[in-house]
């Protein structure tokens, strides 16, 4: 099992729900276990869009291909049957749930993963949300405010890295998650998902962004280029080298698209 | 039934509401035995009641709740007052678990079927003077008190045809008199349950409390019922006066089941410098009205006023809310927030009224409503009529469905569907509890919606 791969994408066509939009024109990936991944592109690419169909937002749909995630069909499943299968999002752009605490909501989240007639076992809950918020560089009280609800943008982006350490997914997909940080920001969190990788030897992670900065604190084992809803080059760490230096100008797709 | 025709008919739409259980004899054998003052009390309103035409929907205020539809007035019989003692081995479980729920109290009072059956008070308290009295036995032992505020400053029988009607037929209810500079530490809880035998019946019950100059109290309503096999009228009249510098706090928590038409009418006079918040949480009946005239009365008073609400299935919800500043210097902030599921149906109709000369008011008023289905309807209709010119207000409302964004960043989390709904919507109505600084009160209300939204 361990050298079958997380997560495998073959030829995936995306499309908005509702629309005749196609954004995703035949994604290719292989992610293989314990790997770290990292997609960069330029603005408007469809790098979010890949992530949000992966993880079953109702706004995308896949039109063609398939995601094979944990030996299973993902494109079959709920949201919320691809989270508990092992698959996390973190959202470049969080949402705001007014009234609901950060702790209620991963106690929520922990117990939904439970069998009907477990209860989670509040004291080791709150054993481990304290430490991860230590290792994340946050206040205790954090946990007691509303998920989002006027957070700043760095707060917002702990609070993904926050929830992705408590529900320990096998595959992490990070969108954006560098952009809005400041530098000592960047660090904390990088040294959360290091921290993670480090505790979890198969814990799989796929990196989105447009810039190089984060790839300088997580090394990522394969860097891939995705251009017009295509990735258009694969290679190793040297691949985010390249477009510090060139830029993006070298990988617009062939104009036949 | 051919005698009541005839009275009607005459006067022409004027005796409207006039029945065979609902008539001047019911009157009478109230009054019978009643000191005058009383018995002259009860046959003012109840001319009051004769006099005042039933509500049409032509009327701004009955617009959205058609009363001649929904309230079968003909067929209700007279809820009879009844010597009760409460026994807890017999009593319903609903009601045994309502009051366990409630151990932590200053006092409690239990109502059966529109009859006070059970009354405690900490000894401490009532040393200090604080008394917790069912409304017929303060009769005799609080006269004076009653002649002077039941259904005269507050809720007199010329604040409406319902008002009117309550004033003139209530049997029983509640007194809570706090003295001058006593506080209370811990709620006033009083439990009013309606057992199936009171269905198909119209029952009228009152509250009176009094919170003397810089006294402290708050006290929770309870009215629960199982579903009831036939409506069931239950009026409730309830006036709350905070003298200068008193703090109160009113919570009034309805759990009927259906088949109760809830009318519930609420005055509160908050004088200088005092504080009256109330929390209106409707969660049962098949139809449910609150009208609540909060007064602001004196320089420096205070009102907040929450309402939450959570209906589902046929329910029909309709809070007439008003924040009356008299005075100058005061302030009322109210928010009324409700989810709607099935074919359930909100209206909240909300005014804020600055009387000449009341300036440096500021006052707030908020609702926002939920729609979980595409059946469920909320109407909004908030409103502002100011005579002053230096002033703060604003009003707000909205009416939204549940946010997809939202659902599925908790569903990316690994919550079901209907546990990402659950926990928005708690969000949504937990604004309204969060503010409202009674630990106790507040868990058990969450929980009851929690139990709610599980269906
Ligand atoms: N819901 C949508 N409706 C219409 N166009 C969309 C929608 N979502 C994404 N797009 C378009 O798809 C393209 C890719 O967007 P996105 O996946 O967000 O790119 P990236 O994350 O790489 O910046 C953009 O041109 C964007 O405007
Ligand atoms: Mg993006």
Redesign the interface.
Known sequence: MSDTPILTIRNLHGKVADEDIEILHGVDLEIGRGEIHAIMGPNGSGKSTLAKTLSGHPGYEATDGEVIFEGEDLLEQEPDERSQSGLFLAFQYPVEIPGVSIANFLRTALQARLDEDEELDLFDFQDQLLSRMELLDMDPTFAERAVNDGFSGGEKKRNEILQMAMLQPKLALMDETDSGLDIDALQVVAHGVNALAKENPEMSFLIITHYQRLLNYIRPDHVHVMVGGRIVRSGGPEVAEELEASGYESFKPAAAG | MAESTKIQEPIGGIMEGVTEALNADAVEALAGGEPVWLAERRREAWSAYERTPLPTTRLEEWRYTDLRRKLKLDSLRRGEWAERTFDRSGAPERLVQAMDADRAASGHLVEFDGAVAHVDLLEELAAKGVTLTPLRKAISEQGELLESLLATEALPASAGKFQALNAALWTDGVLLHVPRGVRLELPVRVTRWFSAESAGAAHFSRTLIIAEEGSQVSYVDEVLSDDLPAQTLISSAVEVFARPSAQVQYVSLQRLGRGAFHLSQQRTLAERDSTLDTLNVSLGASTARLDLNARLLGPGANSDMLGLYFGDEDQHFDHNTSQDHVAPHANSDLLYKGALDGDARAVFRGIIKVHPGAQQTDAYQTNRNLLLSEEARADSLPNLEIEADDVRCSHGATVGQL????L??????????S??ER??V??????VL?RLPLGGVVEKISGIVEEKLHG
């Open positions: 946010d997809q964004d939202s599925f960043y908790l569903m990316s989390r690994g919550m079901p569907r546990v990402a926990l928005v708690m969000g949504f109505l937990g604004e969060s």
